[in-house]
């Protein structure tokens, strides 16, 4: 954790991007369906990013668009699909099939325990539930010990310390307090252990409002912070919007019809093809779209069709 | 056959996931868990009523959801919660070895339970790659049981040859069974007990004391030993008292029918199976 108290963090996309550099450990925030940093993902593609080790727990669309988006060097992730909505990660796979992306897969309490190491300021932390697993073929790193106080076998790990968390985020104001609304999933451990934290907001609140709603995370743990609403889009943000299953059907089909079809129909039009963020939440349907996708509040039958709609 | 009340697979499959679930009990279901998730709710409605019930990903203590969604991390599984934690809590729970019952499944998964969700191949080299496990292999390690779950044990037939989800050995272990390679539960020091049922399309099995191979318990009323014999690559052990499963109440298949309006029970299921129908 790094310690920021710069009194205006507010920024560009565009200028919050350059804080990554090729090769970073990058955590990124949200998981599967929910408050992914997908706006923070685009600019990285457009800026041609390149060989970043992505880490985290369960993610879906985020880190399939970034192998598809060619700026992933390894993936240490726990599990990487569509879940039973769509399935199996078309780029995903690919990446990993065709040895484009290292492999490091991992398991969400070993993460979780890596990232507590590094909150903690400890240089690993000793597991028991790695032990039968082939998981530990992926991790070279990882050691085993005999406890000296019980004399059992333990497997030390070593404490996980990103070099960028990128979270997509409620609210935040300008000095960088945070609210999330739960579940937080990783998010405030990734935080935490990360070297620098870049998030991303729906809203901008003035300092005093925040300071009476109380922020989720202070503002001396945040590097930058982006206005950027329906940042998460097509993930869900709750209360704001509900996930755009129709656009992942899109992009489904996109990307399992192979690379040059994914490149020509996503990638050209959603993310090098668009000027802003702005642009891109016009192409993919714009006001009325953001109206559909927050009218789950409205009543439960509503919010049902938003899973069924394609 | 006594009134005709028409049951699906998918329906009676999530009532044999759910007997799996003790009352009092802590359970929590991973990601990509439909079945679990439908299960859980079911369990914690009907026999369960005293089970700490943590709603997934999302980590909600005793949620009320309205409907069961097709993600496991979408704001509906927070509905009519009692409270929030965070999911590392729910993993100090399970290290502490105070998780009682979690879920899992594989796309292989071995006569000792364990099972491969990462890839075929190797980590350097890989032909297949699967999803990966999620919480699965520390979890696997330190519930204190769960339970195996799969709806393709039934072999696909390619041209030349035959793929078998129950299979004599995994080609990668993500989730950790009776035995391994690297020795069984007692030497590895885990926590856990390891899988005690494995629900399946086919059957459902428990595992031998002795031997801690997989063992047929229960049949559905359209299968025999033979069905499973011709699907499985190993040999399971045969209970010797085999016996079709026990059918669920009609009051309990309409509940889950109310549960589960978008029907995420049959999201694993292979359109084929969807036809097999049991009465009532």
Known sequence: MGIFVERNKLTTLEEAAKIVKDGDIVAIGGGLCLREPIAMLHELIRQGRRNLHIVGTAHGFDVDLACGGGIVGTVEETHVSFEQDFGLAPNYRRACESGAVKIKESCCNTIINQLRAAEFGMPFVPMRSIKGSDEIRFHPEYKEFTDPFTGKRVILVPALEPDVAIIHVNKADVHGNVKIEPPYVADVLFMRASKKVIVTAEEILPEEEMKKIGPTIPYYEITAVVHVPFGAHPTSCYPYYAYDRAHIAEYMRAASAGPEVFKKNYLDKYIFGVKSHADYIERVGGEAKMQLLASWKESHEKWMELFTYE | ?280
């Open chain 2, 1 to 280: 056959m006594s009134n005709g009340f028409e049951v699906g697979i998918d329906e009676l499959f999530v009532v044999n996931v759910a007997r799996t679930i003790r009352d009092r009990s802590t359970v929590f279901h991973g990601v990509s868990s439909p079945i679990p998730m439908v299960a859980m709710y079911f369990a914690k409605l009907t026999h369960a009523k005293d089970m700490v019930y943590f709603g997934g990903v999302s980590s909600a203590v005793d949620p009320n959801p309205p409907f069961l969604p097709y993600t496991t991390n979408d704001w509906v599984m927070i509905q009519g919660r009692t409270a929030m934690v965070t999911v590392d809590k729910i993993f100090d729970l399970a290290q502490r070895g105070e998780l009682d019952r979690s879920f899992f499944s594989g796309a292989q998964i071995d006569k000792y339970g364990n099972q491969n969700v990462s890839l075929i191949g190797t980590p350097e080299k890989c032909k297949i790659k699967f999803p990966g496990g999620a919480g699965g292999c520390n979890l696997s390690a330190d519930c204190v049981n769960y339970t195996i779950w799969t709806t393709r044990h039934r072999v696909q037939r390619k041209k030349d040859r035959v793929i078998y989800t129950l299979v004599e050995k995994c080609d990668f272990i993500t989730n950790v069974g009776h035995v391994t390679p690297y020795g069984n539960r007692r030497d590895l020091d885990l926590v856990g007990n390891g899988p005690d049922w494995v629900v399946t399309e086919l059957g459902v099995f428990d595992f031998d004391p002795e031997t801690k191979v997989m063992r047929l318990r229960y049949l559905y009323p359209d299968t025999t030993v033979e069905t499973i014999l011709e699907n499985t690559e190993f040999r399971p052990v045969i209970h010797p008292d085999v016996r079709i499963m026990d059918m669920p109440t009609r009051e309990e298949i309409e509940l889950i029918r109310q549960i589960d309006p978008l029907k995420v029970r049959q999201l694993e299921f292979q359109p084929e199976e969807l036809k097999r129908k049991f009465y009532i």
